[in-house]
């Protein structure tokens, strides 16, 4: 009889296990603006699907392997980092000095931990460096040179600056630097280029993992002709990134000074648990405040439920998923 | 009859200007953390009483004649980057390179349009930088040397960052790190020193002017001994700074860390509009999330019924209010 009891106690406590287990689910971004299927030629929109299918990947064998999502974040965003269609890493955008400044933070909703770097120029994964700062560091943000060099102290391969500049980013930059000449715009004319060249933005993933855990991460270059110190939302806990178990996970893209002004990815947590707004109302009303406010972009947004929101005030965003019934979808417009 | 109207018309407007007027408001804090009645210097009560005091009435007289609580906030917050007594500006903690890294946020709660500066050690009063990037530039948050270049663009009074280092800044440091060295800690160690050396945390300032426009600001040196480079809440829109007519106006001093995490200063926004929280109820509970989290300070807050929030976990806090009844109060201890 003890004998049965026990047995029936491991079988109800093994199928709780397995049952109880979340399905993984993969949300990523990879930036918003004017991206419109007539503007687009057909090649390069198969190398975006692709791009955006194998980021997805990455991240989902993370997770199926029981990986947490915090790894699988950061997995996912090394691969958008490292691909020169996507304005983060290799591929950022240029400040008015025809540098790349990257920004880059992470989040774990499991313990409210983070972490956050600015204004770096040297370290290959900025991604990875906002890891480190979480994991290694008594501190959650760190900026510039004292960036670099806890990156580099912490094993991180470093790089030349130059490394991240390709060819199309310097002539999109003297594009649009010679158009604002011509047009003798006043300083307040570099709020707007972005969306006419179409790569606004960053690069972003939220994931679930088995554990039912979520995180977020966002990386970017920030705004092209941006002043050189220009720091965007993307490192910004709150307003870029924010992750909570109990509310959702999230990662912003788009008119970064909107998104801090109006502290977007904690707004959106904070209407699905203080007002119990769905995951796609809360997103939705953040975003509309962006709006309201000027601005533009989107959003992608993920809770424990596995719920899925991805809403933007733009022509397009890259955007994907494989949910929890493992359907994977790539999107680019509306 | 025409004119009788008109007259009246003209009677009802102008009672209805008188009357609708909002009494202005201020409160300060100048940090928290191990301020303690039976440590303190006789001399040195007298004087932080005496400087906050004459804070307020900086701030508060540039309301009673009608300036905007914008104004008000950074002319309080001015004298008190300027003030040796305070973790802000002249008399900023030093980084573990015994250099001055100040950051400092300002934010509009009539148009939630915001600015900061970070990591910055060449511009005398960070809060003006950080009201130049808000009024003057498209951006909203600027960091390092781009920040300093902006700020001397616009004309403000640059500095050698000798100029913020005093002897007692100077002292406490060498002290916490031959402790440091003596203990043989790692590096997590340099959490916890704030504390006990009782420097712990920014300058901040909320104010309600005539017109019923909140705004709200933050100024610090950051955290004594922290690595070069990390920036902490203060200059954080919506951890350490944040103001929305619509709900109140916050400034938050403590281990910025955790104030990121939580998001303190939107945290108490978005309770109070959200779920209706009291004002005090709201920045108590953001406050004790923080507790949770492991980490300890204090909050400012006031909204446009002229209520006002002072939280804090520590021993003690700097701070000071005169009311809508225009009644003054500074206070040290719990």
Chains 1, 2 share one sequence.
Do not use: W
């Not at 299927?37 to 955006?52: N, Q, R, S």
């Not at 690069?203 to 270059?221: I, P, R």
């Not at 890259?318 to 019934?325: L, S």
């Amino acid at each position: 009889m003890k004998c049965l009891s026990l047995s029936f106690l491991t079988n109800f406590l093994i199928m709780n296990y397995l049952f109880a287990q979340y399905q993984p689910v993969i949300v990523i971004h990879g930036g918003a603006g004017t991206i419109r299927k007539a503007d687009m030629p057909p090649e390069k929109e198969k190398e975006v699907h692709e791009a955006l299918a194998k980021a997805l990947r990455i991240g989902y064998q993370t997770l199926e392997n029981g990986g947490t999502s915090l790894d699988a974040v950061e997995q996912t965003i090394i691969f958008l980092e490292n691909h020169p269609l996507f304005n983060a890493g290799v591929g950022s955008v240029l400040n008015n000095k025809a540098q790349p400044e990257l920004d880059a933070s992470i989040m774990n909703g499991a313990t409210l931990e983070a972490g956050a770097v600015a204004g770096v120029s040297r370290i290959k994964q900025p991604i990875s460096a906002a890891k480190l700062v979480m994991q290694k560091s008594p501190h959650v943000f760190m900026i510039g040179k004292g960036a670099e060099q806890f990156a580099k102290e912490q094993g991180l391969e470093m790089v030349k600056p130059n490394y991240f500049i390709t060819p199309e980013q310097i002539n999109q930059l003297k594009k649009l630097q010679k158009r604002l000449k011509d047009q003798k715009k006043n300083q307040k004319a570099s709020l707007s280029p972005n969306q006419e060249i179409g790569k606004f933005g960053t690069v972003g993933c939220v994931a679930l993992d088995k554990a039912g855990n979520l995180a977020a991460g966002t990386s970017t270059g920030g705004m092209i002709n941006k002043r050189y110190g220009r720091v965007g939302d993307a490192p910004i806990i709150g307003a870029g990134t924010y992750a909570d178990n109990n509310s959702c996970a999230v990662s912003a893209t788009g008119h970064g000074e909107y998104f801090i002004r109006a502290n977007v990815a904690f707004r959106i947590a904070a209407l699905k648990t203080m007002q119990n707004l769905s995951l796609q109302q809360a997103a939705q009303q953040a975003l509309d405040l962006v709006q309201k406010l000027g601005g533009s972009g989107g959003v992608i947004a993920l809770d424990r439920e596995g719920n899925i929101a991805m809403p933007f005030n733009t022509d397009g965003m890259y955007r994907g998923y494989i949910d929890k019934n493992k359907r994977m979808e790539t999107l680019l417009y509306k």
